[in-house]
């Protein structure tokens, strides 16, 4: 008999499910001990950790995985069973790989323990001649010679290798060694001549049997440079001077601590390690440590125990240490792997949404750089969290979207009828009043009655201190009442309305964050049963019971706790109860009672496996459904396909499904074209958008129009990555939402002709000065529209209105020093009002010709010079003093005089040479004797080379 999950990720393949006896039923028992699945629908979908064969993704715990031989870019696509080799001269945020190693193309994902072959490769190592590759999977080591791609097999001391450092003559291991009794760091000199047959394989054991010191984990990540070997240890990272290594050598430096002993941990942010070290890298200059959702630079030249780092990458400075679940540019969440050369740093990010590979340039090394690029994408999840029945429609929550089966599955390998995507989440549930669903990002929708299409929600509520993807988890909608769960760990909350929300963003009744004198620590699930509140919480494994949700407040104590004591262990994902049973989905378990218990007892039945074809699979149980006869479990392994699966109360006429695999999904695998059930969530993920989307009918009324537009603006400027990022509103799917989009949208309230042949739009933007300040004259020439980014100094401008004549959409989005604009037309003057002398930058500018094509007007980082401006004097009435600004594009003899209305000289403020650039003068209301003058209309005058301007001031004494 062959157990768990496992055994479903070693082969895409499965065999027939040809039931066997289950036996009789035992009696007071509602299911056998190993009770018989006959009906498996969503089968399979990719496991948790990968989207898909067209997808990168990245093992939950690979140290290493990425290498750069400053050619090329090596990522070990962990999940998929490969090595995606990418073209450093033309990286990019959409880069395509230019090899794929240990797959045939980028269509597959089957793990072969062929000489070409690939199964869960970690670590990664090259010098650009050889290629090293953790082949964990396979326990072996493997090096590509990169000249013809033949592959050596590397007869090691320890073959399951984690993670490999090179520097060109010998190799750096991590590695667990079985008998010696934990993960070893092992050293094979001479690694080159071995592989040419000029020497034998030779090894040397720096950390091995146990060896790391208490308190700091297992070693990881290794890495080497031109004098030092690092290994990434627990929360520390030990240096070597590769020069003296010799077996059981102890190490010359530790970072995170100021002792080897662990003793003395760095408090200071800047040195202290804040979670597990995964990785290091160096590149001789500098020491990289990924340190949770942050990369801590350290000087290697200032290398010393316990030293402090220089710079910090992902976030915007020591101090910050917010968690989040979406990298982005500038803010990591879970870095892994890394690689660095002379130029640039490679990252590994595993965010839980988004896995991704970001380049930083190491020319621009700040506090919280930005990334030049960042590969990944979002992918669907396979279905893992909740689902509900209702209305005889079956609803599958799979965290990017809603399947809805228009009726109850009753054959095998069904996938859903379609979709909810515009409100996609990890859980739904519905009263049969009500469909109420809960993204991972924190926001509730509520639909008034069940939806047969695909819209908004007619309620929508932002359960607020929801950071990012990844905090929300579940919610309940019964009896008129509604309960959602925040599982983020710093802001653990249940919220509780008594009655479903009618207005968006309505304030929960009551919200619960205590019970048993204890934080309720990321509650997963909540279940209504009339006036009785279940809540399943993840941290503790805990099921709280209240039997009264009408007496219900924020200090309300539950009636119930039952958890790990009564043998509920691994962390609760699910509850239901329907007045007879009670079912508690957690950990690789599923725990049932008889009743509803009035204390603390142990569930009446366990299920922990269940036969499929005569095979015992262990559970990963998640949503759960009881219909009275049949209980419907949402199972998800974490490395295997995940299904929705249904299991009789008792043994009946199995359905025979004949393999887990339909026909079409195998077609997939071979051929690379989406299978037709696949092609609504295939669509929204890879860019090609459902009509509605293209047509930018974003509410779903059936109109483009202003109101849609609105819709669009407020995404305006998000990529893929951000918080606010909705793929909703990226039309053309490159994962951002910018002036292509815009065009697109526009597009559909007035579709053009084609462009003349030959024409090629232009675009001039120049400045002059208005009575209020500088105004940006931008025309485009043989273009249908326009677009761009405007950089401003906001101390010296605030951006007032635009002036375009057009009845389509203009795009007018404004934060502080930057302005995105964009119209169909061919002219518009931006107004700004301040003072004059501020720089003004063109960031980006777009031109889209009649076919609405968007094409660069090449005038990008163009900046505007301001011309010789006097500025308006200030204040003005003024009392004691007055303030005159002016402009200079270059250096001039400036002669700036106040005259009285006669004519005559009041006060010289300035008479002389000034280098170009914005100046300023006072007057004090004084004349050149410093006797005050009277009240009144003063001149005040500008002579700069051939500029004269005049500017009125009012003296009132």
Not at 539 to 565: A, F, M, N, Q, W
Not at 710 to 720: C, K, N, P, Q
Request: charged share 25%.
């Amino acid at each position: 008999m062959k157990y768990g999950c496992s055994s479903l990720g070693v082969v895409l393949f499965v065999g027939l499910l040809v039931f066997g006896s289950a036996g009789s039923e035992p009696e007071g028992r509602l299911f056998p001990e190993v009770p018989v699945v006959d009906l498996v629908v969503m089968t399979p979908m990719w496991p948790t950790n990968s989207g898909g064969p067209r997808f990168m993704t990245l093992g939950n715990h690979v140290a290493g995985g990425i290498a750069s031989d400053g050619r090329y870019l090596y990522v070990s696509d962990a999940c998929n069973n490969r090595v995606l080799v990418f073209d450093l001269e033309d990286l990019t945020d959409r880069s395509e790989p230019v090899k794929v190693i240990g797959q045939k193309d980028m269509f597959s994902r089957v793990p072969s323990d062929d000489l070409y072959g690939l199964n869960h490769p970690q670590g990664l190592a090259t010098d650009g001649r050889w290629l090293f590759i953790a082949d964990t999977g396979n326990l072996r080591l493997l090096a590509y010679d990169l000249t013809n791609f033949e592959v050596h097999p590397i007869p090691v001391f320890c073959s399951q290798v984690a993670d490999i450092a090179f520097d060109g003559e010998h190799l750096y291991t991590v590695a667990n060694c079985g008998s010696f009794g934990g993960r070893s760091v092992v050293v094979y000199p001479d690694i080159v001549r071995f592989l040419e047959g000029e020497g034998p394989l030779k090894d040397l054991h720096l950390m091995s049997e146990g060896e790391p010191s208490a308190n700091t984990g297992l070693p990881s990540g290794i890495d080497v440079d031109d004098r030092y070997l690092y290994v990434a240890d627990g929360r520390r990272v030990l240096i070597w001077d590769k020069h003296n290594l010799r077996d059981h050598a102890p190490a010359d430096f530790v970072i995170g601590f100021y002792d080897f002993e662990c003793r003395d941990q760095v408090e200071d942010l800047r040195g202290r390690l804040t979670a597990s070290i995964y990785d290091v890298a160096s590149n001789g200059r500098y020491i990289f440590v990924p340190d949770g959702g942050r990369v801590l630079v350290f000087e290697r030249k200032k290398l010393s125990n316990g030293m402090l780092a220089t710079y910090v990458i992902g976030k915007k400075d020591f101090e910050d240490l917010q968690l989040d679940f979406a990298p982005s540019k500038d803010f990591l969440t879970c870095a892994r792997g890394l690689a660095a050369d002379e130029g640039h740093l490679y990252v590994t990010d595993k965010g839980f949404y988004h896995p991704a590979v970001l380049a930083f340039d190491l020319s621009k090394l700040e506090n919280g750089m930005e990334a030049d690029c960042m590969l990944g994408v979002w992918w669907p999840r396979n279905p893992k969290y909740g689902l509900e029945i209702v209305d005889n429609k079956l609803f599958v929550a799979g965290q990017e979207y809603i399947g809805v089966f228009e009726q109850i599955p009753s054959e095998n390998y069904r996938y859903p009828d379609w979709y909810i995507l515009s409100m996609g989440g990890v859980d739904v549930s519905s009263d049969g009043r009500y469909l109420c669903i809960i993204s991972k990002g924190g926001a509730i929708g509520i639909y008034d009655g069940v939806p047969d299409e695909d819209g908004p929600p007619d309620v929508k509520i932002d359960i607020p201190g929801v950071t990012g993807g990844g905090a929300a988890t579940g919610l309940c909608c019964r009896d008129g009442k509604l309960v959602a769960c925040n599982s983020f760990w710093e802001q653990s909350k249940v919220l509780v309305w008594k009655s479903v929300p009618t207005e968006d963003d309505q304030k929960p009744d009551v919200v619960l964050t205590m019970a048993g004198g204890e934080r309720i620590m990321e509650p997963f699930t909540a279940f209504i049963y009339g006036d009785t509140l279940f809540v399943g919480v993840h941290i503790g494994s805990k099921v709280l019971i209240y039997k009264s949700i009408e007496r219900l407040t924020d200090e309300t104590e539950p009636d119930l706790i039952l958890g790990e004591s009564e043998g509920i262990r691994g962390g609760v994902h699910d509850v239901f109860y329907d007045g007879r049973y009670l079912f508690i989905s957690a950990g690789q378990g599923l725990y049932i009672y008889h009743g509803l218990p009035e204390e603390r007892r142990e569930p009446d039945e366990v299920i922990t496996e269940v036969d499929v074809s005569g095979t015992t699979y262990r559970l990963d149980p998640w949503g759960i459904y009881f219909d009275g006869k049949n209980l419907w479990v949402m199972n998800g392994c974490s490395e295997d396909y995940s299904f929705v699966m249904r299991i009789p109360k008792s043994r009946t006429e199995p359905v025979h499904p004949e393999k887990l695999m339909s026909e079409e999904f195998a077609e997939y695998l071979e051929s690379g074209e989406v299978p037709e059930f696949m092609v609504s969530l295939w669509e929204r993920y890879s860019g090609i958008h459902r009509e509605m989307i293209l047509s930018g009918d974003f509410d779903g009324n059936g109109v483009v129009d202003f109101k849609d537009f609105s819709l669009f603006v407020a995404h305006f400027g998000t990529s893929h990555g951000e918080p606010n990022f909705d793929p909703l509103f990226d039309l053309t799917g490159d994962g951002r939402v910018d002036f292509e989009d815009f065009f697109k949208f526009v597009a559909q309230f007035d579709k053009g002709g084609s462009a003349k042949a030959g024409t090629r739009p232009k675009l001039s933007a120049e400045v002059r000065y208005g009575d209020l300040g500088p105004v940006v004259e931008v025309r485009a020439e043989g273009a249908e529209g326009f677009g761009l980014v405007l950089n401003y100094d906001p101390e010296a401008y605030e951006f007032l209105r635009a002036d375009v004549s057009s009845r389509l959409p203009v795009l007018k989005k404004e934060t502080r020093g930057k302005l995105a604009f964009a119209c169909v037309g061919d002219k518009a003057k931006l107004v700004f009002r301040g003072e004059f002398g501020g720089a003004m930058e063109v960031e980006e500018a777009v031109v889209v010709d009649r076919a609405y094509r968007v094409s660069d007007a090449g005038v990008k980082g163009t900046l505007i010079v301001p011309e010789f401006a006097l500025g308006r004097n200030f204040p003005n009435p003024f009392n004691s003093s007055t303030a005159v600004v002016y402009t200079l594009p270059e250096a001039a003899h400036v002669k700036l005089v106040v005259y009285d209305l006669l004519g005559r000289v009041v006060k010289v403020l300035v008479n002389g040479v000034q280098d170009a650039g914005r100046h300023r003068a006072v007057w004090d209301g004084r004349d050149g004797s410093g006797r005050p003058v009277a009240s009144g209309l003063y001149l005040i005058r500008m002579e700069a080379g051939t500029f004269r301007k005049v500017r009125e001031a009012v003296l009132v004494r």
